[in-house]
């Protein structure tokens, strides 16, 4: 039986060989409140314009800047970190945030998360979480997250 009619998130991982992963899935069920319309529309928004910031050379906090400006130009807030470096651990350094120094870059062979999130106690909440690897030309996406939407 599914949740129910609404925003549902499903925050996942596997270790393979000693390696995490880390990735979240918003499914969207039935009709959408402006509300919940305008968080996975934010969400969207911030995944995208943040995606290309991570390259090798680029500042971290940079990136997380970007998710910040997006939703507070909307007058909401992620309650955490744009992303995390990940591999023998769940969560390890760099955190994606504006809390890091300026000298903190991505770096080739660095693996991150891209996770931008909005929640709200009533509407619900959405969350899109892929994992990326830094290459020495950009990043590719090495998980394929999406948000789904369902009838």
């Known amino acids: 039986m599914w949740p129910g009619d609404g925003l549902n998130i499903l925050d996942f991982g596997v270790v393979y ?30 995944y995208d314009a943040c995606l290309p910031l991570y390259r090798a050379g680029g500042a971290v906090r940079d990136a997380g800047a970007q998710a910040e ?36 870059v991505f770096e080739p062979g660095m ?7 909005l929640y709200d106690a009533q509407a619900g909440g959405c969350r899109l979480e892929n994992d990326i690897l830094i290459t020495d030309a950009g990043n590719e996406v090495i998980s394929h997250s999406r948000i789904i939407y369902v009838d």
Do not use: C, N, W
């Not at 995490?20 to 919940?36: E, N, R, Y």
């Not at 909401?76 to 120094?101: C, D, F, N, W």
């Open 111 to 117: 693996i991150v998360t891209l996770e931008p999130g």
């Open 17 to 46: 060989r000693g390696y995490t992963s880390d990735t979240t899935v918003t499914v969207v069920k039935g009709t959408q409140t402006a509300l919940q319309k305008k968080i996975v529309t934010l969400v969207q928004a911030a």
């Open 69 to 104: 400006a997006i939703f507070a130009a909307a007058k909401m807030k992620m309650p955490h970190t744009l992303g995390h470096g990940i591999g023998l651990e769940i969560h390890e350094y760099p955190r994606v945030s504006t809390k890091m120094a300026p000298d903190v």
